[in-house]
DNA sequence: TAGTTAAACTAAATCGGTTTAGTTATGTGG
DNA sequence: CCACATAACTAAACCGATTTAGTTTAACTA
C-alpha cells in the first residue's frame, strides 16, 4: 500500500479530467492565486487525501530546484555534544518546515570537503557545518556562491562567515580562574593538539587567567594529546603532569572526553581528586554530576547554539526577511561541583 | 565554484562532441560493456575529473528509481544509546556505499509513520528502524510491498521481519540474578510503562530470576514511569519504594536515563548505594564507571547491532547475494562494577 | 457589436540525469 | 560481392514533479 498503490499526480489529474498542472496547483495551495475554481480545488484535494498522495521528493527538489533539506556536518554523530546538536538542529529545523540531512565527517578534512559537494548535489538548501577548519577553500567557495551556511560550534577566524560558537576563551578563563581562587597554583591543562580554534582559544583563556594571577606560564604543565588516540596518550600526560611530588595540584581538561579518560587514569593511579589533584571540565557529560567526585564543569549552551544558527540559516534562505545578527559568540556556563575541591 | 560553475552532463557531451548517453555509461562505469571506445571514455572521465563534475542524486535517483540511500529512524538522535547506533550505522553504510538518512520519531508513532513515508518519498533503498511498535499496518505494508527494511533494537512480535536486538529478557534476568547472588532479596524494579517489548522482556526477565530464587513476586517493588514524564516521576517512585525502612535492598533500573535520574534522587535523598540500597542499570552511560558508586550495567552490543542491521538491509537491497540469517537476537554483557555491592 | 477583461483551465517545456532501441561504418566469411 | 557481425556511437523517451506561456469561454464595456 505504501509503496506499490503509489498514486502520482498524472493519476490523479487523469481519474478527475483534469490537467496535471491544476493538480499541481492546487495541491500546492496555489489554487486560488490562479484562479482554480473552487469546486475543482476540492475534487482535487479530497482525491489526493483519500489516496494518500505524497508528492516524489527527488521530482520535486529536481524541478523546483529546492528540497527544503537543510545540512548539517559534524565531526561524530556518536558524540554526545554533537547529537546533541544534531537532536536540537533537527528539532528546530523540522518546526520550520525543512528536513536534516546529517553526516559526520570524523574530522577528516577530505571527507567534509566531499560531504560538502554531496550535500550540494542532493540539492540541499543550506548547511549548518561544525567545520574541521582545514577547508577554507570550500567555504570560500560557498561564500562566493553566495550560498546559504551556518558555522557552528567551530569557525574561521580568516573568513567573514556566519557563525555560532561559543565564548571559549571565557568559558576557560573563567573556570581556570575558580582553580585560582580556590588557592590552586600549579594549575595542568590537558587539551587537544592546536588546530581548532576553539582549542586554541581554551589555551588562551588558561593563559590570561594564570596571567592575571601573575603565575608564569610553565610549559611543562601544558600537555597536548591528538584527537585520534588520546585514549593511549592520556596516561602518558597523566604521567607527565604527576612526575614529580606536587608538581600539579589541580588539571583543567578542556573537552568531556579528556575529563573522562583523564579522570579514570588518575582514579587508575589512586590519585585524590580534588584532595591531591583538582580537576574541571570545558564541557561536560549528562552524568558528570553523578560521578566521584561530581565535575566541575563549563556548561555549553548547545540548545541556543543549535536553535541561533537553524535561525540564522533558515533567514538566509528564506531571503533575509528578519533581522538577525549573523554572528554570535555565546556564554558558557560555570557550573561547580566538588571536583575542583571547596572554598 | 562549487555552485555556480556546475558542470552538467549535457555540458561535457557538447564540449566533448559526444551524446549524453556515452558521457552517461561511462561514467557509470559502463563504457566497456556497451563499447565505448578507450579513447573515448578516457577523454571523458579526464574531463570529468577536471571539472569536478557529480551528478545531480536528485535527477540520478528520479529517473533510476534508486537513491543509494538508506533511511534510520529512531525515537531519539540525541539520546546516546541511539546516537551511537546512528553513529555505527552510518559508518557500515558508508563502507558498503550508501548514505544515511536519519530522524528522530520521538516516540510518536503518527510522526513515525510520516517519517516512513517521508524516506520513501525520498526513495531510500531500505529503511532500519527502531520503532515506537505502535505502527504495525505500515510495518505490514512495508512487508506486503516487499520493500526492505530492518527493525534494530525493537521489533514487532505479531510480525515476521528482518530484526536485529538484544536478548532483554536474559540480561534482565542475568542482571537480577547477580544481585540475588550478592545476598539482595527485596528487589525493586524501576522501569517503563509497557508498550516496548524489549521493556517487557526486561520485566520478565527480572520476573524469572526472582522465580528462581522463589521469592514471592511484590508488584509494589515494580514502579512504571512514563517515557514524557520519568524526571518527575522518579521522585515518586523512589519515595514508594522507601516508604518503609527497609523495604528495598536494592534497585534494578531498566534504562540509563532512568538509572541517572534515579541515582541522582538516592543522592539528594543521602541513601548509601550500595550499603543501603545496591542499584544496578540495564543499558548505560560512558561516565557509568567514573560515577559514584561506579555502576554496575548491562552492555548492549551497539556496534554489533549496528553493523549486522546494516548488513541484513543491504544484503536484502542487493538482491540476497549471501546468505544471512535474518533475525538475530544478541547477548548482552554484564559489566560488574561497585553498585551492587561486592560478595 | 467589436474589443477588453477576467475566470478557469492546459499543453508543453523543464529540471538533470538513465536507458532503450536504434543507426552508421567497418570488417569478415562464403 | 552480398549478407551478416560487430564496434562505436546516439536520438529520444522517461523518471515525476513544477512552471511558463498560452487558450478558451463567458461576461462586460463603450
Known amino acids: 500500500m505504501l509503496v506499490m498503490k503509489k498514486v502520482f499526480l498524472k493519476d490523479i489529474a487523469k481519474k478527475l479530467d483534469v490537467s496535471k498542472t491544476a493538480v499541481s496547483l492546487v495541491l ?7 484562479k482554480i475554481s473552487q469546486e475543482t480545488q476540492k475534487k482535487i484535494i479530497d482525491y489526493a487525501k483519500k489516496h494518500n498522495y505524497v508528492p516524489n521528493q527527488l521530482a520535486r527538489g529536481l524541478s523546483r530546484g529546492k528540497s527544503e533539506t537543510i545540512g548539517l556536518i559534524i565531526p561524530n554523530i556518536s558524540d554526545t555534544f554533537y547529537s546533541k546538536i544534531a537532536g536540537y538542529v533537527e528539532l528546530k529545523a523540522k518546526n520550520l518546515g525543512y528536513t536534516v540531512l546529517f553526516s559526520s565527517s570524523n574530522e577528516d578534512p577530505k571527507k567534509e570537503a566531499e560531504l560538502i559537494r554531496s550535500m550540494l548535489n542532493r540539492q540541499v538548501e543550506g548547511l549548518i557545518i561544525a ?87 610553565n610549559k611543562n604543565l601544558v600537555l597536548e594529546l591528538s584527537t585520534e588516540n588520546y585514549e593511549d596518550e592520556i596516561k602518558m600526560a597523566i604521567g607527565e603532569l604527576l612526575k614529580f611530588p606536587n608538581s600539579v595540584d589541580s588539571i583543567v581538561f578542556s573537552t568531556h572526553y579528556l575529563t573522562s579518560v ?53 533567514n538566509e534562505i528564506e531571503g533575509m526577511k528578519e533581522n538577525i545578527e549573523n554572528t554570535r559568540i555565546l556564554d558558557s556556563k560555570l557550573e561547580i561541583r566538588k571536583s575542583c575541591g571547596t572554598f
Chains 1, 2 share one sequence.
Do not use: C, W
Open 262 to 314: 583523564g579522570l579514570r587514569e588518575l582514579k587508575r593511579l589512586n590519585v585524590k581528586v580534588p584532595q591531591e589533584v583538582a580537576i574541571v571540565s570545558f564541557d561536560e557529560l549528562s552524568a558528570f554530576d553523578l560521578v566521584d567526585p561530581p565535575i566541575t564543569s563549563v556548561i555549553q549552551p548547545v540548545k541556543d547554539m543549535s536553535n541561533i544558527a537553524v535561525e540564522i540559516l533558515i
Open 28 to 34: 500546492n495551495n496555489k489554487g486560488d492565486e490562479n
Open 131 to 217: 567545520s574541521t577548519q582545514q577547508n577554507l577553500k570550500e567555504i570560500e567557495s560557498l561564500k562566493e556562491d553566495k550560498f546559504p551556511f551556518v558555522l557552528i560550534d567551530r569557525h574561521y577566524t580568516d573568513s567573514e562567515t556566519n557563525y555560532v560558537i561559543v565564548d571559549n576563551f571565557n568559558g576557560s578563563k573563567t573556570v581556570t580562574e575558580h582553580l585560582l581562587k580556590l588557592g590552586r597554583r600549579k594549575i595542568g591543562l590537558i587539551t587537544l593538539k592546536p588546530g581548532l580554534e576553539a582549542i586554541k582559544q581554551r589555551l588562551l583563556g588558561y593563559h590570561s587567567a594564570l596571567n592575571d594571577y601573575n603565575i608564569e606560564f
